[in-house]
DNA sequence: ATCGGCTCGCGCAA
DNA sequence: TGCGCGAAGCCGAT
């Protein structure tokens, strides 16, 4: 760790220069946080202390809480406000405050503070999804002077640098991932306040700090499901967890696909909400593997070849499959929504699959399910009903069951559009993890042949890849996974 | 148990 | 212009 480490300007992208205004005597620099919560290893955070210290401002961080956030409920709101008081409580060390702005005008409340302070620079969290883009247009139009920087402190590589388009594929964005990762896997400079920072007891009117018993009870009304939910939340949560999966590495390569035995990493919540930045997780990894990135990369086909014969994996072998999924596939998702802006839609599929879904539009369905039939798990087939009801009990379903999941929604529904509609909300609704490019993505490979080939021609399908129960059993213990979550497959206690 | 075919198009070699 | 190959599979032949 070094202090001295000046973030990297291709991070950085300015989406509104702004004009120095005469009148303008700016108090702060605001860090407007809002994909990445943390403290530690946050790029964004980073680039706003460094302009604070050229200004000579103190800095504020500020967050939007919205009660209701692309279709999140209780469980999502719960674990945002525990990882936003853990994130005050770090900010604080460093004198930095956190101010949260909620309700439905959260984001109008902020930027009337910020005419307030007369603010001339904010630096926002890169995120590709629509809403993000809404409301930083709407920022940049109610205050058009306004000098407003993103940072991608998400991707290791930022979008903008690794490709200029929507990739076709893993294989086409792997080599130049590969290719740009000694340029950013670096390490992290430690966290300094800026040395004005002293003076935010000046400012006025002075950011106040967050009532967090007002906005716990401003969040959705918790189902009673909700409290089942037993994962923590924060910065040093996301750490621990890290942890724990370190220790269980070497087995990752081969456990990761049985979705009875908890093989993955479990962090894709403290990723989805920056509670760990993927490029500490990528930093520690690669550190107790013991070998270099591109040694690590080289193992990649390796541990595929192994993992099909069901050989041993060496730790290098899991730590290879393990970054794969972290860095590639997980930037490939970012890329889709930064580039596709149908990314949630039928029209984001590629050509080839718009066509033959299209081609399959009458085929009859064998099983057509209401939306609510699918939320409660109660389908024909017992392995769907474990799949939705393990996500509707954990937050989370576990990663090799979410395709199969995905595929059968677009099996017993009446079109392709309602499908990734109701896969998307159902997703939203319930996974810890959802609301994300990677949910996104994961729906579009599954419906709508996104970043994968076309398979053999059937019913409902057409070309896109058709997934089987049989296809279940053969991985891993099917029966054990049902009993596990949805034993006794009539039984509607849970609504 | 294992293997080829299914089926499309990107990206690179030539 | 040709060709290899790919986000996690299925099916039937051997």
């Given at each position: 760790?070094?202090?001295?480490t ?5 991070r950085?992208?300015v ?11 700016p108090?702060?620099?605001?860090y ?5 919560m ?22 504020v961080?500020?967050y ?32 930095i405050?956190?101010m ?9 409340d ?8 007369d603010?001339?620079?904010?630096v ?11 409301w930083n247009?709407?920022?940049m139009?109610?205050?058009?002077n306004?000098?407003?920087?993103e940072v991608?402190?998400h991707n ?20 130049k991932?590969?290719?740009?990762l ?15 920072q ?6 006025h009117?002075?950011?106040?700090a ?5 906005l ?5 009304k918790?189902?009673?499901i ?6 923590a ?9 890290l ?9 990752y390569?081969?456990?990761r696909?049985?979705p ?6 479990d962090l894709s919540?403290?990723?989805?909400y ?5 490029q ?7 550190a107790?593997?013991g ?5 690590l990369f ?12 069901s050989?041993?994996?060496?730790l290098?072998?899991?730590a ?8 590639v ?14 990314y949630?839609?039928f029209a984001?599929f ?21 939306l ?12 769907w ?8 009990r ?5 990663g090799?069951?979410?395709m ?19 896969a998307?909300?159902l997703?939203?609704?319930?996974s ?7 949910g996104?993505v ?8 996104v970043?994968d ?20 059993k ?8 049902i009993a ?7 039984s509607?206690t849970?609504?």
């Open positions: 760790m070094t202090n001295i000046k973030t990297d300007k291709r950085q992208r989406l509104q220069a702004g004009a120095a205004v005469a009148s303008a005597q108090q702060v620099v605001v407007w946080m809002t994909r990445e943390r403290v530690q290893d946050n790029w964004s955070l980073l680039t706003a202390i460094e302009v604070a210290q050229e200004q000579q401002l103190p800095l961080v500020m939007n809480l919205k009660s209701e956030y692309l279709g999140g409920g209780a469980r999502q709101y719960r674990f945002k406000l525990e990882g936003l008081q853990s994130v005050e409580v770090a900010l604080h060390k460093h004198h405050p956190l949260v702005t909620a309700g439905d005008d959260a984001e109008a902020m930027a009337t503070l910020l005419k307030k302070w603010v001339q620079t904010v926002v969290d890169c995120n590709p999804l629509k809403i993000q883009r809404q247009v709407a920022l139009k109610a205050l058009p306004l000098s407003l920087i991608d402190a290791i590589v930022p979008v903008w640098e690794t490709s200029d388009k929507q990739e076709w594929a893993a294989r086409t964005i792997r080599p991932i590969h290719k740009r000694p340029d950013f896997l670096t390490d992290f400079p430690e966290v300094h306040s800026p040395k004005q002293r003076l935010i007891a000046d400012v009117p002075q950011p106040h967050p009532k967090w018993k007002t716990e009870k401003a969040g959705p918790p189902h009673a909700d409290a089942e939910i037993a994962v939340s924060g910065e040093s949560a996301a750490h621990k967890q942890e724990v999966f370190i220790e269980r590495l070497k087995e390569g081969i456990d696909n049985d009875t035995i908890d093989g993955q990493s919540p403290y990723l989805h920056g509670m760990i930045a993927p500490r997780v990528a930093l520690s990894v690669i107790v593997s070998a270099s990135v591109n040694r080289d193992a990649r086909a390796n541990a595929a070849s192994r993992e099909k014969q050989k041993q994996m060496s290098a072998d899991s290879a499959a393990f970054l794969e999924e972290l860095i596939r997980r930037e490939l998702s970012d890329n889709y929504c930064f580039y596709q802006p149908h949630d839609s984001g590629p050509e080839w699959a718009q066509q033959t879904l299209n081609a399959h539009r009458t085929d009859q369905r064998e099983y057509l399910y209401t609510k039939e699918f939320e409660q798990g109660k389908t024909h087939d017992p392995a009903n474990a799949a939705q009801l393990q996500m509707v954990t937050g989370k379903m576990h090799y069951m979410r199969y999941w995905a595929k059968k929604i677009l099996e017993w529904t009446k079109d392709p559009e309602q499908a990734q509609k109701w998307i909300v997703n939203d609704r319930y810890l993890d959802g609301r994300d490019p990677n996104y994961g729906i579009a490979w599954s419906i709508g042949g970043h080939r076309p398979w053999f021609d059937r019913e409902v399908f057409g070309t896109v890849r058709f997934m089987a129960q049989s296809g279940l053969k991985k891993f213990d099917l029966e054990a996974y596990q979550w949805a034993p006794g497959i009539t509607g849970l609504f």
